[in-house]
């Protein structure tokens, strides 16, 4: 049995129990739900969901939305489980133990092809050949991506949404490039939100909102910076991570 912690997120307004050690909920999850949107009778997945904290907080963010949380690792998944029921968000919130990569066995599970209003994804995103790697198999398994991860979870939000539908997700500032090659196959219409540590400072994220089918140039969006000059997070900041507000590439 894996040792967990209870912890607050999104202002107190979702409660999660996850691992005391290894890969945690973060801000990424938080803005993730912040920038994926929805309107209630949708369906959502949430690609690679860990304990659920941006897909059950999108589902906390948007009544009457339903929401599918993916996750290959059992152990997370059943917290995932766990969390939706704590948060009294069960009802609308299903969990999939299976791989983001796998469409087949997706499907199988009842996701219909083409059938999927949005996908959201926060996939491992550190390069082994650039970073260190985590000895914890669970942080591993979380954080590193192997070549081609981008483009295989933005073939399987492909098969699973429908025509124009709208995939999520972030990543680091420092990849933006693979990111947009990896979505040209089969999205357009492309919006890039970065994020900054503190203003003047270099992105350390980028959230990336594309349609399936769609068609444009990209279009980029001012940052959201997270801290001000003194290091205390900042009223945009907190009125996405705490308050619960919608980041505007939602409405994108």
Request: hydrophobic share 50%.
């Amino acid at each position: 049995m894996i040792e967990t912690t209870l912890d607050a997120v999104l202002g107190g307004r979702l409660q999660l129990r996850q691992p005391a050690r290894g890969h945690r909920v973060g801000h990424d999850a938080i803005l993730l739900a912040a920038a994926a949107g929805g309107r209630a009778g949708e369906h959502a997945v949430d690609l690679g969901a860990g304990v659920g904290g941006a897909g059950l907080a999108l589902a906390r963010r948007v009544a009457g939305l339903q929401v599918t949380l993916v996750e290959i690792d059992a152990d997370l998944a059943a917290l995932a489980a766990e969390n939706a029921e704590r948060n009294g968000l069960r009802p609308r919130v299903r969990v999939l133990t299976a791989d983001a990569e796998d469409t087949q066995a997706l499907v199988s599970a009842g996701l219909a092809p083409g059938g999927i209003d949005r996908v959201l994804m926060n996939p491992p995103f550190n390069d082994p050949r650039k970073q260190n790697v985590s000895p914890d198999p669970r942080r591993r398994l979380a954080h590193v991506a192997a070549p081609g991860l981008k483009a295989r979870w933005a073939a399987s939000a492909a098969v699973l949404l429908k025509p124009a539908g709208v995939l999520t997700l972030i990543w680091r500032a420092d990849g933006l490039d693979e990111v947009l090659e990896a979505l040209s196959r089969s999205f357009g219409a492309v919006a890039v939100l970065p994020v900054c540590a503190r203003r003047g400072a270099p992105p350390i994220r980028v959230l990336v909102r594309a349609a399936k089918a769609g068609a444009g140039t990209p279009r980029h969006l001012p940052a959201l910076v997270l801290n001000d000059e003194a290091g205390k997070p900042s009223p945009a900041a907190e009125a996405v991570l705490r308050a619960g507000e919608t980041l505007s590439l939602a409405e994108g």
